[in-house]
T-cell receptor
Framework: GPKVLQIPSHQIIDMGQMVTLNCDPV?????FYWYKQILGQQMEFLVN????????KSKLFKDQFSVERPDGSYFTLKIQPTALEDSAVYFCASRTGTGGAETLYFGSGTRLTVL | QQKVQQSPESLIVPEGAMTSLNCTFSDSASQYFAWYRQHSGKAPKALMS????GEKEEGRFTIHLNKASLHFSLHIRDSQPSDSALYLCAVRTGGNYKPTFGKGTSLVVHP
């Protein structure tokens, strides 16, 4: 089936550094998402993105976060600067959006550890 | 804000058993209800979804929705060891297409 690829699978960085998480969504999908999952907690919505713009962001999407998808390449989540509480697994997802299709296709996640 | 809760947190069943997983939600205006399955270290993958009250069956899996009770469930007939995974329920309210997920039920089916 359709696959979403997330790179890298693990990332360890020092607090205050910048990190970029990359997502290669399903090729014909139009809507893109980031979810954050802290260990032992539920996956929580961060942001969704369509037609080059942020559609909606949650209160977890701090000012230090940004997303973009330049020229239809990777959909990225950038955190600058990182904080200890940013340690989590970040899941990227995409959906086609055509015909009202709502199924999200997820990547396997990037585990971010901020030291 | 939508609250989605799953029960039980974990479940161990023998191969061949019927498994029932539960999900409750808080917003009565919710419109889309889905189950996702996540094998260890893998991506969550959609299993089934439903929009209106009632039941929907696909193979060994049945989803049942009761909006008045703010509850939906997933039933797995003839559970197999390959069904062992984390099961996530998801609920969407309104037109924002950003489903809220539960914490998950960890299912182990032993041979």
């Amino acid at each position: 089936g359709p696959k979403v690829l997330q790179i890298p699978s693990h990332q360890i960085i020092d607090m205050g550094q910048m990190v970029t998480l990359n997502c290669d969504p399903v090729s014909n999908h139009l809507y893109f998402y980031w979810y954050k999952q802290i260990l032992g907690q539920q996956m929580e919505f961060l942001v969704n993105f369509y037609n080059g713009k942020v559609m909606e962001k949650s209160k977890l999407f701090k000012d230090q976060f940004s997303v973009e998808r330049p020229d239809g390449s990777y959909f990225t989540l950038k955190i600058q600067p990182t904080a200890l509480e940013d340690s989590a697994v970040y899941f990227c997802a995409s959906r086609t959006g055509t015909g009202g299709a709502e199924t999200l296709y997820f990547g396997s996640g990037t585990r971010l550890t901020v030291l | 804000q939508q609250k989605v809760q799953q029960s039980p947190e974990s479940l161990i069943v023998p191969e061949g058993a019927m498994t029932s997983l539960n999900c409750t939600f808080s917003d009565s205006a919710s419109q889309y209800f889905a189950w996702y399955r996540q094998h260890s270290g893998k991506a969550p993958k959609a299993l089934m979804s439903i929009f209106s009250n009632g039941e929907k069956e696909e193979g060994r899996f049945t989803i049942h929705l009761n909006k008045a009770s703010l509850h939906f469930s997933l039933h797995i007939r003839d559970s197999q060891p390959s069904d062992s995974a984390l099961y996530l329920c998801a609920v969407r309210t309104g037109g924002n297409y950003k489903p809220t997920f539960g914490k998950g039920t960890s299912l182990v089916v032993h041979p």
